[in-house]
T-cell receptor, first 115, second 112 residues
């Protein structure tokens, strides 16, 4: 699975838009990009997934440029409850990456939202 | 809520003991993956079960073993516990060969 690189931490204030960028230079043709959110002592929670261009759901947007070597998770108007660790992962949706379709997590980005 | 449940929530064991953790997958999902998450680290893949057979394994010793049952629930067994086994153990379920995995709340294991 492609290795990802993301900032270790980010700080923001309530009401601001937060953009977290993830680099994945070795992304394969059949890899999708998935973002998870994790609160302390809880399991990661799926946020959004995409393959190219832009994907939007009720909680976030995911921007993927044409070369797909990076992606940006955008959280509109964050609140204190968005303080969490955010993980970017890439992997083949059809399991063709092998290895049992394991998800390879990095250390993620610790987002801290203040008043 | 993902529909993935794990038991127990917390567990305390002593070094050398054995432990069994349990996971019930989301309805319709036939694949279960297990992860170990040490404090301050991202989850690390232990192994995955698909239709009752191991379908990939991470860099964990043989004393980490698992089972998947016909109803797709799963167990993680760890023998000869070591202090470094203290971690949050996460179970995730998915449709076969799908990267989109849904995680349970985890089991916090403390080894003394």
């Amino acid at each position: 699975l492609a290795k990802t690189t993301q900032p270790i931490s980010m700080d923001s204030y309530e009401g601001q838009e937060v953009n977290i960028t993830c680099s994945h230079n070795n992304i394969a043709t059949n890899d999708y990009i998935t973002w998870y959110q994790q609160f302390p002592s809880q399991g990661p929670r799926f946020i959004i997934q995409g393959y190219k261009t832009k994907v939007t759901n009720e909680v976030a947007s995911l921007f993927i440029p044409a070369d797909r070597k990076s992606s940006t998770l955008s959280l509109p108007r964050v609140s204190l409850s968005d303080t969490a660790v955010y993980y970017c992962l890439v992997g083949a949706l059809d399991g063709s990456a092998g290895g049992g379709n394991k998800l390879t997590f990095g250390t993620g980005t610790q987002l801290k939202v203040e008043l | 809520e993902t529909g993935v449940t794990q038991s127990p929530t917390h567990l305390i064991k002593t070094r050398g003991q054995q432990v069994t953790l349990r996971c019930s997958s989301q309805s319709g999902h036939n694949t279960v993956s297990w992860y170990q998450q040490a404090l301050g680290q991202g989850p690390q893949f232990i192994f995955q079960y698909y239709r009752e057979e191991e379908n990939g394994r991470g860099n964990f010793p043989p004393r980490f073993s698992g089972l998947q049952f016909p109803n797709y629930s799963s167990e993680l067994n760890v023998n000869a516990l070591e202090l470094d086994d203290s971690a949050l153990y996460l179970c995730a379920s998915s449709l076969a060969k799908g990267v989109l995995q849904f995680f349970g709340p985890g089991t916090r294991l403390t080894v003394l």
